[in-house]
């Protein structure tokens, strides 16, 4: 088939679920999105076998401004990643399209969370496992439109705080996934690049005629923090903007779920004890109660222990008084289920016992456990 391309070594990742389907030479399915492989014997095979994954076109900027359609999470993350790795391109080779990019990808995302509210916050915990730049990135743009909404952020700032939380890590984009590798103390150069990211983030916009002075001040100050311990200007209070501190909360949720080379991951029950004390200080309260309120005490994407030990995914967050709700699909003596079963976790046989944290994730089929077909 000729949209068909050969995978590049890299592009797999043992225990991390596949951001696609993967096809053979013939466009038959082999493996489907969110299978995970679970070693390198696998992992070698696959490569051996010669496997293929579907090139996705680039939409035209004109057609993803004027796309409506109901979005799917699980068959937009792909896209959404290549077309967030292009408008960065677009924006670092100060080309005409940067801007009209930035607001196409701030509406795609906006438009998924809406539509498919459940299986958007599941993207970010599904995939936190070792997390690229551009995941990263994706991750943070999604936790601001639902943070934003919950804050009461009316729709145009939160359009431009999704912008921000696209770009204020421009700078950083061809070092991070080596910094996030690396498990060696920072070096004076590295922390320099770090400390500077919001200015130069801000210059490569600019230079690409985005100018918007929300968006830059939302990226100017990320890096601040209301007790004014915070860089590049050591701002306190409401010097701040509230959409920065959202970005800046956003960043670091993600920072705590996500594993480094240099220190193990969270998990989500501890990271919300970390965000809660955020509060005292480090933020304007409101800002992690809304993410708090988001996320609930188990977010969708969330592996946990049932009651009758089976092992399960969180698909929905609590809805009048009854939920959240899971699909099992381990059952109580470890055997995989063919299929998944609904479990109404506010039902005493079905309460959550405790968080999973695997190192190697089970195999889900994500479209199906979220009811896409």
């Known amino acids: 088939m000729q949209n068909l391309v050969r995978i590049a070594p890299g592009a797999l990742t043992i225990g991390k679920p596949l951001p696609w389907t993967v ?15 679970q070693n390198d014997i696998q992992l070698e095979q696959l490569f051996e076998r010669g496997l293929f994954q579907p090139r996705k076109i680039e939409r035209l900027q004109d057609e993803v401004l004027e796309d409506t359609r109901v979005r799917n999470p699980f068959a937009e993350y792909p896209i959404l990643l290549q077309t967030l790795e292009s408008t960065l391109n677009a924006i670092t080779e100060r080309e005409e399209s940067a801007l009209k990019r930035v607001l196409g990808l701030s509406r795609m995302i906006d438009q998924m969370c809406q539509d498919s509210p459940e299986a958007s916050l599941a993207l970010v915990h599904l995939y936190s496992i070792e997390p690229t730049i551009h995941e990263q990135i994706l991750f943070y743009a999604i936790l601001c439109q639902f943070t934003a909404r919950q804050f009461g952020l009316d729709e145009k700032r939160t359009a431009v705080l999704i912008g921000a939380a696209l770009t204020a890590n421009l ?63 050591g701002l306190s209070g409401t010097e701040i903007r509230g959409e920065a501190e959202i970005l800046a909360l956003a960043e670091r949720y993600v920072a705590m779920i996500t594993r480094r080379a240099y220190r193990e991951r969270m998990n989500v029950v501890e990271a919300r004890k970390l965000i809660t004390s955020l509060a005292d200080g480090k933020f304007r309260p409101a800002i992690p109660r809304a993410l708090l309120a988001i996320l609930t005490d188990y977010p969708p994407g969330t592996l946990v222990r049932l ?11 609590p809805h009048r008084h009854r939920g959240p709700f899971a699909k099992a699909i381990i059952g109580p003596r470890g055997n995989r289920y063919n299929g998944s079963f609904e479990r109404d976790c506010s039902l005493l046989e079905f309460n959550v016992m405790a968080v999973e944290q695997p190192e190697v994730m089970p195999s889900m089929d994500f479209g199906l456990l979220w009811g896409f077909h």
């Open 23 to 37: 096809y053979d030479a013939d466009g038959n399915v082999l493996l489907r999105q969110g299978y995970v492989i």
């Open 171 to 233: 700078a950083l984009v061809p070092v991070a996934d080596k910094l996030n590798a690396s498990n060696r103390v920072l070096t004076n150069e590295q922390r320099a690049v770090i400390r500077k990211h919001p200015e130069r983030s801000i210059q490569a916009l600019k230079d690409a005629d985005i100018t918007s002075p929300l968006l830059l001040k939302i990226i100017a100050q990320h890096h601040e923090q209301a007790d004014g311990s915070g860089y590049p200007q």
């Open 307 to 317: 009651a009758n030990n089976e092992v399960a995914v969180i698909v929905k967050r």
